[in-house]
Nanobody, 127 residues
C-alpha cells in the first residue's frame, strides 16, 4: 500500500507563487508516472500536470503551460508542482496521484489511469 501526502497549499494573491509537495511512502513509485490533479467546487477532477517515471517527459493542462512546473525526486520519493503567476481560476483542491501501470509513456492524463491518491491540499488564489 502506498501513501501520498500533499503539502504546500494555502492562500495567495493573484500573480503569486506556491510550491506543492507530495511525499510518497509505503512502496516505491520510481516506475510510475505521477500526476497532479485539481478539483474546484461543483466541478470534476481534472488533470493539471504529469511526469513520466524517469522524469524525462512532462505534460500540462493548456491553461497552466508556462506557469506550472512538475518535477520529481525518485531517490527521495517526492513529487513537486511549482505554481507561478497564479490566477483566481487556479483555486481548487490539488491532488497528487500515482499511475496504475509502470513505465508508461507518454504521460497519462485520465483520472482512471491513476490508482493511488493523496488527500489533497487547498489552493486559494484571491483577486
Amino acid at each position: 500500500q502506498v501513501q501520498l501526502v500533499e503539502s504546500g497549499g494555502g492562500l495567495v494573491q493573484a500573480g503569486g507563487s506556491l510550491r506543492l509537495s507530495c511525499a510518497i511512502s509505503g512502496r516505491s513509485i520510481s516506475t510510475k508516472a505521477m500526476g497532479w490533479f485539481r478539483q474546484a467546487p461543483g466541478k470534476e477532477r481534472e488533470f493539471v500536470a504529469g511526469i513520466t517515471w524517469s522524469g524525462g517527459s512532462t505534460s500540462y493542462k493548456d491553461s497552466v503551460k508556462g506557469r506550472f512546473t512538475i518535477s520529481r525526486d525518485n531517490a527521495k520519493s517526492m513529487v513537486f508542482l511549482q505554481m507561478d503567476s497564479l490566477k483566481p481560476e487556479d483555486t481548487a483542491v490539488y491532488y497528487c496521484a500515482a499511475a496504475r501501470a509502470s513505465f508508461q509513456y507518454p504521460v497519462v492524463k485520465s483520472v482512471n489511469e491513476y490508482r493511488d491518491w493523496g488527500q489533497g491540499t487547498q489552493v486559494t488564489v484571491s483577486s
